[in-house]
């Protein structure tokens, strides 16, 4: 069955940085496009960034572009997020998901993980 295990989450003062990894199995990683999705506080799914099958185009929400980076290893079935210039409001549950269907930022069906949690707070 499909495996999705995050980690690397932590806490991180304002300004700093974490790496998100998202080891994938039990169907063809290098077929799917993939995704990052989280979850702050009190709030709904939102998503985050999207990488195509073979690692050569990328997308971002608004609120992460230009700090955050999506990458994947197709030989290693694992997804990547490089997050830089990390803010409280990043505060969130960060989790990659497949099968995403999302309205603009609105993630209302797809298939994750159990999360890993990211803090921002000095």
């Known amino acids: 069955q499909v495996q999705l295990v995050e980690s690397g989450g932590g806490l991180v003062q304002p300004g700093g940085s974490l790496r998100l990894s998202c080891a994938a199995s039990g169907f063809t990683f290098s077929s799917y496009w993939m995704n990052w999705v989280r979850q702050a506080p009190g709030k709904g799914l939102e998503w985050v960034s999207t990488i195509n099958s073979g690692g050569d185009s990328t997308s971002y929400a608004d609120s992460v572009k230009g700090r955050f980076t999506i990458s994947r290893d197709n030989a290693k079935n694992t997804l990547y997020l490089q997050m830089n210039s990390l803010k409280p409001e990043d505060t969130a549950v960060y989790y990659c998901?497949?099968?995403?269907?999302?309205?603009?930022?609105?993630?209302?069906?797809?298939?994750w993980g159990q999360g890993t949690q990211v803090t921002v707070s000095s």
């Open positions: 998901a497949k099968d995403l269907k999302r309205v603009g930022v609105n993630v209302y069906d797809g298939s």
